[in-house]
C-alpha cells in the first residue's frame, strides 16, 4: 500500500470517527426528543415558531398562499413578516409526508447538522488540519449561544449559515484567485489602464466560487427571517476592506510609485466583489426583502424608529409601562402617549443587551445561576439584570483557552501577510492580499492564510463581542461612578448608558439599523470566531510543545481561580441575610439559594475535573493522540455544562387547523397573562405547563391553531394604525383604572370580551360592565351613517392623532352605533354610488343583509343585499396588499378596485343598491417585483455554477478532438 493510499484510508478513518463521534453527542444532547413524544420548545420556539409554520404548511396543502395572518391582532400580513420564513427554502421539510413533530425536530437537527460542516468547512478553508476542524464543528453548534437557538429558530438558521458566509468573504477580500502579470513599467496610461481593467476581470472570473457561497449564504439568512445578521456580514466585510485600503496606501507610501498599479488593482476588485456579492445576496432574497420592506414603511417600526435620536427617558424596566406625562402639560393626551411610546422604543432596541460581567461564562460555565427550570440565578440579587436573550455563553473551557492562545491582533511580519500559492513566485513583491499564482492553477487558500485568518476572527470576536453590550455603554459606567461618588444621576441630564457604545454608534450611524432590535445578535460571531482560533490553537500545540506547555500553565491558573471563586461563592450562598431581598421570577418562583449552592459545587468540581483531564492528555499521551483525547473531553465538557439547554416538553395535540372555516373569534387578554401563584411557587415542570397554558388560553400565536385572535398581542411589525390603536388602549386603561377595554367597543372592532381560565382554575377575567347579546361582534356590517376623513390626516406621521380622533374621541372609546369615519383614497371606490352626500336617510328595511359566504385567510367571499345606498365593512384589517371583486348577484362581473380604509382600522366599499357578490383577496404589495428579481437572482446562480463545469468539458472535448486529429 502506497503513502497517498494510506493518507486516503487514514483520511476517509478520521472523517467516519469524527461523524461518528458528532453523530453520539448530538444523540446525547436530544435524546429526550429524538427518542420520546417531546419537543425542545420553549420561548418563541413553542410560542410563535411552532404553530406559525404549523399554520403555513395546512395553507400549503389547501392550495393556500400563505400570505395572510387574520389571527394575529385584527389581521396582518404573514408573507411579509420576515420571521415566518415562508420563502425560505429549508421549509419545505414541514411538507415531509411525516408528522408535524418529527418534521419540525428534523428542521432544528439538520441545523444544528449544517451549523457543524459549515464550522468544520470555515477551519478547512483557513488552513487548519481536519482534526483540528472537528473542534470547530463540536464548538460552534454546542455553544451556550448557538444550542440555545433551538427556541428561535430564525437565529439558528442565521447562525448554520454563517461559517458559510465567512468563508466566502474571507476568499473575496484576502485571497487573489488568477494570475497577476507584471505591471507595465513604462507605457502610455491607456496601456497601464488596460492592464488594470484586465487584471480586474481574470481576478472577477476566478471569483466565482466564494462570490456565490457568500450571496448563497447571506441571502439564506434573509428569507430565514434573519436580516440583521446579513447586514452584520455586510459591515464586517466593509470594515475589512476599508483597512485593506488603509493597509495598502501605506505600502503604497513606503514603496513608491512603482507599486501602485498593482495595489490599487487589489482594492479595486475586493470591492467590486463585494458589490457583486452584495447585488447577488439581494436578488436572491428579494422574494422576501422586497415585501417586508414595503410593509416595514407602514409598520409600528417605522413610525417610532425615526425618533430614536430624541432623548430617550432612563428606564430601568423597559417592561413596564409608567403613566403617560409630557413635558407640555398642554399637549393632547393621544401626543403623551406618542411621546411616551417613543422613548420607550428607544429603550427596546437596546434590550436584550449583554453586560461586560457576563464574558465570565466564557471560562466559568452557568455563573451567574440558571435562569430555568428553578430560579437560582443568584446574579440578579447582586446587579439589576435585564432581559437575556441566552442564559449561558459558554462553549467549553478549552475552546476559550485555545482560542485566547491562537489569537493575534497585528500580523508578527508584513510577509505574513501575503498569501502566495504553490506555483507563485516569491521573489516577485506582491502587495497585501494579492498573490501571483501560475496561468491554469487552481485556486487555493495558502499556508498564510492561518496567520491572517487569526487576526481576522480575533478583531471580529472581540469587536462583536463589544457590540453584543448594547445598552451597557461607557457613558453606563460614567453615570455609575458619578452616582457613586457624588450622588448625581446623569441619566436626569440626558446622558444614557448606551451612548458612546459601538452598538449605540451604530443605530445612529448606519442607515436603517435603527429598525433592528437586540444587541445580544452580536454574539454568534463570537462563538464562531472561538471555535475556529480554538482549532487553529489546536493545531499550534501540537507543533510546538512549548505552547502546549502555555495552555497547561493557564489551565493551573484559571483551576485556581474557579476553586477560590467557587469556594467564596459557596460559603456567601449559605449565608442566607445575604438573599433575603431576593426577587423571584413570575414563571419560575422565588429564588432556590440551596440549590444555587449545590449547582455550584457541581459545577466547580466538573470543570476542574475537565481541566485535570486536559492536563493529564497534553502531559502523558503523545501530540499524534491529542486531538481525539481533547475532542472527547470537549464533548464531556459541553454535555455536562450546557445539555440542561435542551428540555424536553411534549407538544399541544392539535386536532385541526381552521384554515378555511367561521371567521376567527377575536377576544382581548392581557398580554403575556400567567398565573399568579407561579411567582410564588416552583415547578420542576414549569416549561411544560407555559406550554399548555399558552396553548389553553390561545397566547401569542398559539390561537391560530385554535380559530382565536387575542386582540392585544405583537409580532415583529405590527400595521402602525394597531400598533397606536394598542398603544392608545393600554394608555386608556391606565389612567382610568378599568381592567378591560368596554365589550360596546371591543364589539366594534370584530371582538369580545370573554372569560379565559386555565387548566387550574384561576386567573379569570372579569368585566367592568357585562355585555348583552346585542353587542356581540359582527365581522360584516352594512351601515348608512358615514362621515370623511380630512385628506390631512392620511400620512403615517399623522397615525397617533388620526386613530385617536375616530377610536378614542375626547380619550374615551368611542360609543357603538356613531358615524364610521371613511377615508377617500380610492376615487373609483368613492364613485361607485355617486356622491356620497346624495344618500338618504338611514334606511330601516329589514331586507339588507351581508353574509359571509366562505372565510379564508386572505380570501374572503361575502353576500351583500342593499335597498339605499351604503357602506359594507369588514372588519378585517385593512392593508395595500387587499382588493375587492364586485359582481352583481347574477354573477356578472361589474369592476374591481381597492376597498377603502374604514375606522382607521378595516376594509369597506359604498355600494349602490342591489344584490352583490363580493370576492376580498390578499396579495402582498411588492410580492410579483420581488419573486421576478428572484428568479433571475437564482437563473444567474445557476448560470455561474455550470459555466465553469461545462467550460471544462468543452475545453477537454476540443484538446480530444485535436490529439485524435494529430
Known amino acids: 500500500m502506497n503513502s497517498a493510499h494510506l493518507q486516503r484510508v487514514r483520511s476517509l478513518g478520521l472523517a467516519a470517527s469524527a461523524g461518528v463521534g458528532w453523530l453520539v453527542v448530538w444523540l446525547a444532547f436530544f435524546q429526550k426528543s429524538v427518542f420520546s413524544d417531546s419537543l425542545p420548545l420553549f420561548r418563541d420556539g413553542a410560542n410563535l415558531y411552532y404553530p406559525l409554520w404549523l399554520f403555513i404548511r395546512e395553507q400549503v396543502r389547501a392550495g393556500v398562499g400563505p400570505w395572510w395572518n387574520p389571527y394575529l391582532v385584527l389581521g396582518t400580513p404573514l408573507a411579509a413578516e420576515g420571521v415566518a420564513g415562508a420563502f425560505y427554502p429549508g421549509i419545505l421539510v414541514f411538507l415531509l409526508p411525516l408528522p408535524y413533530r418529527w418534521c419540525y425536530l428534523l428542521f432544528l437537527l439538520a441545523h444544528m447538522a449544517l451549523a457543524g460542516w459549515g464550522a468544520f468547512r470555515l477551519g478547512r478553508r483557513l488552513g487548519v488540519s481536519s482534526p483540528a476542524a472537528c473542534w470547530a464543528a463540536f464548538a460552534y453548534p454546542f455553544s451556550g449561544y448557538l444550542l440555545f437557538q433551538i427556541y428561535n429558530p430564525i437565529y439558528l438558521i442565521s447562525g448554520a449559515w454563517l461559517p458559510f458566509a465567512l468563508a466566502g468573504l474571507f476568499e473575496l477580500l484576502f485571497v487573489c484567485q488568477p494570475f497577476v502579470p507584471a505591471p507595465p513599467g513604462s507605457g502610455s496610461p491607456w496601456s497601464r489602464s488596460l492592464w488594470f481593467a484586465n487584471t480586474t476581470a481574470r481576478e472577477l472570473r476566478c471569483s466565482a466560487r466564494p462570490l456565490l457561497e457568500s450571496a448563497v449564504s447571506l441571502a439564506m439568512m434573509c428569507v430565514g427571517g434573519d436580516p440583521q445578521t446579513a447586514y452584520h456580514c455586510g459591515l464586517v466585510a466593509l470594515v475589512t476592506w476599508l483597512v485593506r485600503i488603509a493597509t495598502e496606501l501605506g505600502k503604497i507610501r513606503v514603496r513608491g510609485r512603482e507599486a501602485t498599479p498593482a495595489g490599487l488593482a487589489c482594492i479595486f476588485s475586493a470591492g467590486v466583489r463585494l458589490v457583486l456579492m452584495s447585488v447577488l445576496a439581494f436578488l436572491l432574497a428579494a422574494v422576501q426583502l422586497v415585501p417586508t420592506a414595503m410593509y416595514a414603511r407602514r409598520s409600528d417600526r417605522a ?208 442607515p436603517r439599523y435603527a429598525l433592528f432590535r437586540y444587541p445580544s445578535k452580536w454574539l454568534v460571531f463570537p462563538a464562531l470566531a472561538l471555535a475556529i482560533l480554538a482549532a487553529v490553537g489546536l493545531d499550534e500545540i501540537q507543533r510546538d510543545r512549548r505552547l502546549a506547555k502555555a495552555l497547561v500553565r493557564r489551565v493551573l491558573v484559571t483551576g485556581g481561580l474557579v476553586c477560590f471563586g467557587g469556594a467564596v461563592l459557596i460559603v456567601a450562598l449559605h449565608q442566607g441575610q445575604w438573599w433575603s431581598g431576593a426577587a423571584g421570577d413570575v414563571l419560575f418562583g422565588p429564588f432556590q439559594r440551596e440549590r444555587a449552592a449545590a449547582e455550584t459545587l457541581v459545577t466547580v468540581v466538573s470543570l476542574l475535573g475537565v481541566m485535570a483531564a486536559v492536563g493529564v492528555v497534553i502531559h502523558w499521551f503523545r501530540p499524534a493522540f491529542w486531538p481525539i483525547a481533547l475532542l472527547t473531553i470537549l464533548a464531556a465538557d459541553l454535555l455536562i455544562h450546557n445539555g440542561w439547554l435542551v428540555v424536553a416538553v411534549r407538544p399541544p395535540e392539535v386536532s385541526r387547523v381552521p384554515i378555511s372555516s367561521e371567521v376567527p373569534r377575536r377576544f382581548w387578554q392581557p398580554w403575556c397573562w400567567y398565573p399568579s401563584e407561579w411567582g410564588a411557587h416552583a415547578s420542576p415542570n414549569r416549561i411544560q405547563e407555559i406550554c399548555d397554558w399558552e396553548y389553553t388560553t390561545g397566547a401569542f400565536r398559539w390561537g391560530m391553531l385554535r380559530g382565536e385572535a387575542p386582540l392585544e398581542n405583537y409580532g415583529t411589525f405590527l400595521p402602525a394604525e394597531q400598533a397606536v390603536l394598542l398603544s392608545l388602549l393600554r394608555a386608556w386603561r391606565l389612567q382610568s383604572g378599568r381592567m378591560t377595554p368596554p365589550p360596546s367597543w371591543l364589539a366594534e372592532l370584530g371582538a369580545s370580551l370573554e372569560p379565559r381560565t386555565s387548566a387550574q382554575g384561576d386567573g379569570e377575567l372579569t368585566s367592568d360592565d357585562p355585555v348583552s347579546p346585542a353587542e356581540k361582534a359582527r365581522w360584516v356590517e352594512i351601515t348608512h351613517n358615514w362621515t370623511t376623513l380630512p385628506t390631512t390626516y392620511m400620512g403615517l406621521g399623522e397615525t397617533w392623532e388620526r386613530i385617536a380622533i375616530i377610536q378614542f374621541p375626547g380619550g374615551q372609546p368611542r360609543e357603538p352605533n356613531g358615524a364610521h369615519v371613511v377615508e377617500l383614497q380610492d376615487t373609483h371606490a368613492t364613485g361607485i354610488s355617486g356622491d356620497p352626500s346624495t344618500v338618504g336617510e338611514p334606511s330601516r328595511e329589514t331586507a339588507e343583509f351581508a353574509s359571509i359566504l366562505r372565510y379564508q385567510p386572505g380570501k374572503i367571499e361575502v353576500r351583500v343585499r342593499l335597498v339605499h345606498p351604503g357602506l359594507v365593512i369588514v372588519r378585517e384589517g385593512a392593508d395595500p396588499g387587499w382588493r375587492v371583486a364586485v359582481r352583481s348577484g347574477e354573477g356578472r362581473d361589474a369592476f374591481s378596485c381597492r376597498p377603502l380604509r374604514v375606522d382607521g382600522l378595516f376594509m369597506g366599499l359604498f355600494l349602490s343598491p342591489g344584490d352583490w357578490l363580493l370576492a376580498w383577496t390578499y396579495h402582498p404589495p411588492g410580492l410579483a417585483f420581488g419573486a421576478a428579481l428572484s428568479v433571475c437572482g437564482w437563473s444567474l446562480v445557476c448560470g455561474m455554477a455550470l459555466f465553469g463545469p461545462i467550460a471544462r468539458l468543452v475545453s477537454r472535448q476540443t484538446r480530444n478532438k485535436h490529439s485524435a486529429r494529430d
Not at 322 to 331: A, F, I, K, L, T
Not at 420 to 425: I, K, N, T, V
Not at 477 to 497: F, I, K, N, Q
Request: a neutral charge; hydrophobic letters at 40%.
Open 303 to 510: 413610525l417610532l424608529a425615526g425618533w430614536t435620536h430624541q432623548k430617550a427617558e432612563p428606564a430601568t424596566n423597559p417592561d413596564g409601562h409608567s403613566n403617560v406625562r409630557s413635558e407640555s402639560q398642554d399637549s393632547p393626551w393621544w401626543q403623551k402617549v406618542a411621546e411616551q411610546e417613543k422613548r420607550h422604543y428607544d429603550r427596546v432596541i437596546y434590550d436584550f443587551s449583554t453586560p461586560v460581567y457576563r464574558w465570565i461564562e466564557y471560562l466559568w460555565p452557568n455563573f451567574g445561576g440558571r435562569p430555568f427550570p428553578y430560579h437560582t440565578r443568584w446574579m440578579t440579587v447582586v446587579v439589576e439584570e435585564g432581559r437575556w436573550w441566552v442564559p449561558t455563553l459558554y462553549q467549553g473551557i478549552t475552546t476559550f483557552l485555545l482560542a485566547v492562545l491562537a489569537g493575534r491582533w497585528v500580523l508578527k511580519n508584513a510577509g505574513a501577510s501575503t498569501l502566495r500559492s504553490p506555483g507563485a513566485s516569491h521573489s516577485q513583491p506582491l502587495s497585501s492580499g494579492c498573490a501571483s499564482r501560475a496561468p491554469g492553477a487552481a485556486p487555493a487558500v495558502a499556508d498564510s492564510s492561518p496567520a491572517i485568518a487569526r487576526v481576522w476572527l480575533t478583531w471580529i470576536g472581540v469587536l462583536s463581542a463589544v457590540a453584543a453590550l448594547g445598552w451597557y455603554g461607557p457613558a453606563g459606567v460614567l453615570t455609575e461612578l458619578v452616582r457613586m461618588s457624588t450622588g448625581c444621576d446623569l441619566g436626569e441630564r440626558g446622558t444614557l448608558p448606551p451612548m458612546g457604545g459601538l452598538y449605540w454608534l451604530f443605530v445612529h450611524c448606519l
